[in-house]
C-alpha cells in the first residue's frame, strides 16, 4: 500500500507498506501519512507537459494532473522559426534590389510574402502560449 504526504518544502513524500504491518502503518499514520490515490499520467503533444499536483480529499492524497505547455520545447521551436525568417531575409532584399533598378524580381514576391507571414503568424501563436 502506498502512503504520502506533503513535507514541509511542498515534496510529495511517498511510503510502500504491507498492509499486514500494523506496526509500520500506525507509525506512517501518526507522522501525517494518508493513503495515496494515484493517477494515470495524461499523454501529451509535443511541446506539452504533464505536471501533478495533490490534494488532500477525504482523508486521503489523491494526484491529479494538468497538461501545459511545454516553455523550453516551445522557446526552441520560436528559436528555430526566427531562423528560419532570418534565413530568408536576403530573398527579401534580392527582390528590393531588383526593384529599384527595375530588374525582373528574382523570387516570387506574393509567394515569399506569404511564406514569412506564416511564419510570423506561427511565431505569434507560439509566443501566445508561454
Known sequence: MELAKIDNEGMIDVRFCD???????????NAGFLNLVSSIQPTVQDG????????????????????????????????NLKEVLSSSDYKVIKCQE???????????????????????????????LI
Open 19 to 29: 498492509p499486514n504491518n500494523g506496526v509500520k502503518m500506525a507509525n506512517l499514520r
Open 48 to 79: 506539452e507537459v504533464a505536471v501533478d499536483s495533490y490534494k488532500e480529499e477525504n482523508g486521503k492524497l489523491v494526484q491529479y494532473w494538468e497538461v501545459k505547455v511545454d516553455s523550453v520545447y516551445t522557446q526552441k521551436k520560436i528559436d
Open 98 to 128: 531588383a526593384s529599384l533598378i527595375g530588374e525582373q524580381m528574382p523570387y516570387d514576391v506574393d509567394e515569399l510574402h506569404k511564406e514569412r507571414q506564416s511564419i510570423r503568424d506561427e511565431i505569434n501563436r507560439l509566443e501566445s
